[in-house]
């Protein structure tokens, strides 16, 4: 059971997350807190940790394995399946499922801004397994930015399931069966105490993980 202690917090919780907003949902929910709780705030893709950095966020929704020495990150919450996003008219929109390799054949996206280029090689990888290169030419700061162009052209961009949750109609979100699913954490800056209500967030959320697929 989630500590009924986390809801006597006399403050917001100001969590972060990457795209969908429906992966913060999910955390929250599991720790026990409602919505009224929390301060949710999608943070800057072209800069994800300075918020974190700077004291404006109090803890992140991070997927994949961080590797910033002043950050902490909690156990594995759960793992996300991974997806492609395409126009309704791609050349593979009608499929229930695709490859990497398949993947390889058009044009996706390269890191935004000062996003940490490790993080972004596990989201779009350079190779296939079978060493084809993933041509990773567009550029763009925001989610709303990339889906506008791949609604426009042939690109796609390898993601997650949840940015389903924010596509348009003209967008498909197809799953990827041969990538494997990303975990995801909560992520929070080394350099300083945390409030107690948040501590005891993050001990919710973790008390509670399932380590199961979202999707």
């Known amino acids: 059971m989630p500590d009924p202690t986390i809801h006597s917090a006399d ?10 907003p429906q992966s913060a949902h999910d955390v929250l929910t599991s720790a ?47 793992f996300e399946s991974r997806a492609a996003v395409v126009s309704s008219s791609h050349p ?8 990497v390799e398949e993947v390889a054949d058009y044009d ?10 490790y993080l972004w090689d596990e989201m779009v ?28 052209s ?17 967008i498909r979100i197809i799953p990827i069966h041969d990538l494997p699913p990303t975990p995801v954490r909560l992520a929070w800056y080394r350099g300083s105490e945390l409030p107690a209500r948040v501590a005891r967030f993050i001990a919710a959320a973790e008390a509670a ?4 697929h979202r999707r």
């Open 11 to 20: 403050s917001l919780i100001r969590l972060g997350y990457p795209s969908s």
């Open 32 to 78: 026990g807190l409602s919505e009224d709780q929390a301060a949710l705030v999608p943070y800057d893709l072209a800069d994800p940790f300075s918020a974190l950095r700077s004291g404006e966020l109090d803890v992140l929704v991070v997927k994949f394995a961080l590797r910033e020495a002043d950050l902490v990150t909690s156990k594995v919450l759960h």
């Open 92 to 99: 593979l929109a009608d499929r229930d499922t695709v490859s």
């Open 108 to 117: 996706a996206f390269g890191r935004p801004g000062a996003f940490p280029e």
């Open 125 to 152: 990888p350079r190779r296939t397994p079978q060493g084809r290169e993933i041509r990773r030419r567009h550029r763009v700061n925001t989610i709303p930015e990339m889906m506008a162009l791949v609604v426009n």
């Open 154 to 170: 042939d690109a796609l961009h390898l993601s997650v399931a949840s940015v389903a949750d924010m596509a348009p109609p003209a």
């Open 209 to 212: 993980s399932s380590v199961a």
